[in-house]
């Protein structure tokens, strides 16, 4: 199979045929039509912190994907081939054609959602699941506030929120905040224009950190005696946890696919709804891991787009779509949004839509 791999820290992305993997007796082999790109993908990459995040060289990134079972193990019951599903990965990566994963860690793909779609949502959104529910214990009435409301994690926790009854305050760039505005956020503070703890007039009973450094710190004041400060980003102070009356704590994604399963429901249901910035071809990985690097400074080795290069909206994942026998109708999606004209701001939208239609046939 075809697979984009990483040969040393800090090297650049190649394009290799490798063995396409096989599968154990609780795993399905899923042949991959999109994964997308996080910036774990490149902290990991670099070394930075491989006494924390150690990788196996050669390494093939990727920790989601959407696709098709292919082949199933022994012992695997719920899953058949041709199902469609989407998930995360556990072990090697899914910048791949094919990936072998435990039949526990994926779910059905939301009917409603393209390949592309789907695949930018299985680590965003259970990192703000598990965040705001299983770490911060957010309930109905309650306030949160998260900090990095506008990135992938953040868009799904203040959809998430908001739908769960909570009062939803955001810290975003103001260029973000119809965006939020838009999926349920009932306040967002300009972090440019604004100090958070200096303009919010009530406390709050959760924060939900996706930033760290001195917003961190600076959110212990803001929370009500026995609340909670969930960190996806840093270790949470426990002197100043316990200084507040407050409990901290810094969350590791544990995938389920029953949570999986859950959120697919809210998405088919239009409850909560994916966010894709741009879609690249799998053999073009490396320039989709140079758009996203300019947001890691210093950590990953790898030189930012030029500086006369188009810049990527600031929300949204990024999508590597895998060749396959859908060309032909990615090939006639492609002419029936140009047929349809394209709505300004709207192009990726209308472009997915319309694949959606023709897959639907």
């Known amino acids: 199979m075809k697979a984009a791999r990483l040969l040393e820290y800090a090297g650049q992305l190649v394009f290799h045929d490798v063995p396409t993997p096989t599968i154990a007796r609780d795993e399905v082999l899923v042949k991959i039509k999109s ?3 996080n910036h774990l993908d490149l902290v990991e990459a670099s070394g930075s912190l491989k006494q924390i995040l150690p990788i196996d060289l050669p ?3 990727g ?5 098709v079972v292919e082949q199933i ?4 019951a719920a899953w058949a081939e041709g199902d469609a599903v989407f998930g995360t990965t556990t072990g090697v990566g899914a910048y791949a054609e094919y990936v072998a994963v435990k039949a526990a860690a994926i779910a059905r793909k939301p009917s409603n959602l393209s390949f592309e779609e789907a695949a930018s949502v299985p680590v965003a959104s259970q990192t703000a699941w598990h965040g705001i529910f299983t770490h911060g214990h957010l309930e109905k009435g309650q306030t949160i506030l998260i900090h990095g409301g506008a990135g992938a994690v953040g868009g799904y926790a203040v959809q998430l929120a908001s739908h769960a009854g909570a009062t939803v305050i955001a810290t975003a760039s103001g260029d973000d905040a119809a965006y939020l505005n838009s999926i349920g956020a009932s306040r967002v503070i300009d972090y440019r224009e604004a100090q958070f703890e200096k ?3 009530e406390k709050v009973d959760v924060v939900f950190d996706l930033v760290g450094g001195d917003s961190q710190k600076r959110s212990f004041p803001v929370l009500k005696e026995g609340g909670h400060l969930v960190s996806a980003v840093q270790p949470v102070s426990q002197e100043e946890a316990a200084k507040h009356r407050v409990t901290g704590a810094m969350m590791r994604l544990a995938p389920s696919g029953d949570v999986l399963g859950s959120i697919a429901r809210l998405l088919e249901e239009r409850t909560i709804r994916p966010d894709v910035a741009t879609v690249y071809p799998l053999q073009d990985a490396a320039q989709a891991w140079k758009d996203i690097a300019g947001n890691l400074p210093g950590v990953h080795g790898i030189s930012p787009s030029g500086q006369g290069a188009a810049k990527p909206r600031s929300h949204g994942k990024i999508v590597l779509r895998v060749a396959s026998g859908e060309h032909e109708i990615r090939t006639r999606a492609y002419e029936l949004y140009l047929a349809r004209g394209a709505q300004p701001g709207r192009e990726l939208e209308d472009w997915l839509q319309a694949e959606r239609e023709l897959t639907a046939e």
Do not use: M
Request: hydrophobic share 45%; glycine share 12%; net charge negative.
């Open 199 to 201: 303009v919010l007039r």
């Open 35 to 37: 994964t997308a790109v």
């Open 73 to 76: 193990g022994s012992d695997v």
């Open 63 to 67: 920790h989601e994907f959407s696709g």
């Open 59 to 61: 390494w093939i990134p």
